[in-house]
């Protein structure tokens, strides 16, 4: 009989400490602010070097992306035309329509100039401008399309040489009333000078 008594006295323990245990794990939703206390303590301890590593290697992360940002922006910008290119460039423009003006050949003019049809060099002569749909694709970041590239030159290389070396794999190009700076292989635009002011006058 004490040994009954004691065996159900100890499950009574038992129930009763396991029902606690179970209580002390829920977290009390009504009182806000309390933190709940469902981690063991191997978790919080290890737990929390690991979010701190993490958060080291995020900001890491963060702080080199950051940088390449700096750097892209920066690349971009150089690779843009610079205040003194884009003056030496609209300068040998000017001093070119001048030349042609004053030049009564019409042969050598026509000779000069085939960077387009020859229809849209008599409307822009004229003072026309070119289609809407090449002045779209002449454009930051679009890329040229092949009969745009076959119907754009070079610029001269008395212009070539006033200007400073370009990076591998850039060119820069006439296009009817403009002047871009594009990259060799796919033919995208990097930079664009309009002259249209300039050619028209």
Do not use: C
């Amino acid at each position: 009989m004490l040994n009954k008594r004691v065996r159900i006295s100890a499950l009574a323990m038992f129930l009763l400490l396991s029902a606690g245990a179970v209580q002390a794990a829920k977290p009390e939703a009504n009182v806000a602010g309390k933190a709940e206390h469902s981690e063991s303590f191997w978790d919080r301890w290890f737990g929390r070097a690991e979010k701190v590593q993490r958060t080291d290697a995020d900001d890491r992360v963060e702080a080199k992306k950051v940088k390449e940002k700096k750097s892209e922006h920066q690349q971009k910008s150089e690779r843009n035309f610079s205040n003194s290119e884009r003056s030496h460039i609209e300068d040998y423009y000017r001093a070119d329509v001048a030349k042609r003006s004053n030049k009564k050949d019409k042969k050598k003019q026509k000779n000069k100039s085939k960077n387009m049809p020859y229809g849209l060099q008599k409307k822009l002569e004229r003072g026309g401008q070119l289609p809407p749909g090449w002045q779209t694709k002449v454009a930051r970041g679009e890329v040229l399309d092949a009969d745009i590239l076959r119907h754009s030159e070079r610029i001269p290389y008395e212009l070539e040489r006033r200007l400073p070396a370009l990076r591998d794999g850039e060119e820069i190009r006439r296009v009817g009333d403009k002047v871009v700076r594009v990259l060799e292989g796919n033919g995208t635009v990097i930079d664009v000078i309009d002259l249209a002011d300039i050619i028209l006058r």
